[in-house]
């Protein structure tokens, strides 16, 4: 695949805006407002678009490791490939992606507390769990404190307090389903490439019953995307949005982002994917 793949392509990335006056940045889930036929979740900060050269990593895959660059590639076809049922996807993906996401980073308890699939439809509003469409925003799934909120939210109180006493990390496995990502793949950031505290902001996610926070990406020209063109649902990537070691030895996340590729041929199927979200922690 390597020699029919571009070495880059270049596409526009949408990137956040601080508010002004050190106003917290904010965003509704529940809340979306239509105009012209457009959904977009109320908030409070503007968006701007940058153009980027995105390096393909085909026949470079090894440039990527979870340690490194906060993210990585691996081939390793799913048992489960309907991904139409959700009570099965939990059933049956669940486990072995568990097990995939062990063998890889070498843990010793993995924990998947939700996923998302995404099936783009042009068009199509994006206001229910199952309309979800490519996050077209370069973000970071997760915080410092939403990382351990997180903990506390899926696991009993006993073991919570234990198990955040040692490493822990949030881990992305993101996956296409029923056909190659051609169409709107996902862009990802050489974690070395980035300023962990000038680059990032701060997000409260606002839901009816509770808040979370992640980081929205604040466009720097020293920022360095990857992509690995024509991902296959045998291929899955492993995206690191947390870790506890925070001493500058490994990476710490991997801001990522889906987008229009401008190359892609006419009458490409539309992207389908799905990303489970997982609780990763080490002896």
């Given at each position: ?6 070495v ?19 965003q ?50 799913a ?21 995939l ?17 995404r ?67 996902l ?15 701060a ?35 492993l995206?690191?949005c ?8 490994v990476?710490?996340f991997?801001?990522?982002t ?11 199927p ?9 609780l990763?922690?080490?002896?």
């Open positions: 695949m390597a020699s029919l793949s571009p880059s392509t270049t596409a526009q990335l949408t990137f956040l805006i601080q508010p002004p006056d050190g106003v917290r940045a904010f509704s889930i529940n809340h979306v407002n239509i105009v012209n036929g457009v959904g977009d979740r109320a908030r409070n900060f503007e968006r701007e678009q940058k153009k980027v050269v995105i390096e393909n990593l085909r026949g470079k895959e090894d440039f990527a490791l979870l340690d490194k660059t906060g993210f990585q590639l691996v081939h390793h076809p048992k489960h490939t309907s991904f139409n049922d959700d009570a099965e996807i939990k059933r049956e993906y669940y486990p072995e992606s568990a097990e996401i062990k063998k890889i980073t070498g843990a010793s308890r993995v924990v998947l507390f939700d996923h998302t699939i099936r783009r439809r042009p068009g199509e509003i994006d206001d229910a769990p199952h309309k979800r469409q490519p996050v077209a925003q370069a973000h970071v799934d997760q915080t410092t404190a939403s990382s351990i909120a997180r903990v506390h939210r899926h696991l009993p109180p006993a073991d919570a307090e234990a198990l955040l006493r040692r490493r822990f990390q949030i881990i992305n496995l993101w996956r296409p389903i029923n056909h190659p990502a051609i169409d709107w793949p862009a990802l950031c050489d974690y070395n490439s980035v300023d962990p505290k000038k680059d990032t902001l997000v409260a996610l606002i839901y009816p019953d509770r808040e979370g926070e992640t980081y929205g990406m604040k466009y720097n020209p020293n920022q360095k995307w990857k992509y690995f063109h024509g991902m296959t649902p045998e291929e899955a990537v995206i690191k947390f870790d506890s070691i925070q001493d500058g030895s990476a710490l991997a801001p990522h889906g987008f229009e590729d401008l190359t892609t041929p006419e009458g490409t539309l992207r389908e994917s799905i990303e489970l979200r997982a990763v922690f080490y002896d």
